[in-house]
């Protein structure tokens, strides 16, 4: 029996990709609970900043500490209102400075479809598992999230930044011609970052652990539904896919604390 706050699962880049639960007193590797039968238990809510059992309002956090902490700023959805380049603060300018002011990757991901995303250097690859990708490619790296954001969302008149996350989920994607893609994505960005490109675009390959795919997927909410039995199946993106088409995403749920127990 494992019992903690759900937290984003840690992925490892592997064949397939390894993931692993974090709690206070308990990591273990997700993978080895394939085709085991796992219970989930639904115990309360703990706010990940400031650690009360207080609803959970989004990722993870209480409504107050949401719209007070710096790591759940706008600029971190949309990271073309960066400003810490400017020194100018949104709510901690030196917690802002550390995060925005790093090298930031903007590239193609394949999920479902094709997609354009932001992402700091030290997290590629894990935002490309994160999102399920199957494929993916670097296309510019730059000095700072704001440059990162300028770009993107040059590049959204031309891809989607959204993942259809249930065609994710039952493998359902569409073919893609990389470097037709690449060059539609080089074509345009703005003049000024075309200085930022990589000279070569090589295409990353992922590979996740699922034993069986959902045809129709259905979503589980703990909270609501209090307890939830399944076979394991398969883990993607940052959910887990069980036997009877129900998924459970571990991301959105940050903040629940559960009981889990194999048998």
Known sequence: MFKGVLKKMIAEIGEPIRYFLNFQNDFFEANQFLDETIKLDFV??????CQDSKPIFRQ????????????AGDWVMRPELSKAHLGKEDRDLEYEKKVQLQPHWVYLA???????????????PTRWIDQGAHQAVGILEVPNRYLAGVAEVSL???FSDKTNWRKMLQNDYE???????INQAID???????QHLFRDHEITELKFPVLQYPRKVQSLNLEKENTF??????????YLIFEDQTVY?????????????IS
């Open 156 to 158: 959204k008149k031309y």
């Open 110 to 124: 394949l999920s479902s479809h094709l997609k354009v995303g932001v992402t700091r250097k030290s997290q590629i």
């Open 175 to 181: 073919e893609v011609q990389w470097q037709k893609a």
């Open 44 to 49: 309360g809510t703990q706010c990940l900043s």
């Open 249 to 261: 995403n571990i991301r959105s749920n940050e903040g629940t604390v559960v009981e889990i127990n």
């Open 188 to 194: 345009g960005l703005p003049k000024e970052l075309k």
């Open 60 to 71: 993870g956090f209480c409504k107050n500490c949401f719209f007070e902490i710096p790591s």
């Open 229 to 238: 039995t399944g076979v394991l199946k398969g883990i993607k993106g940052q």
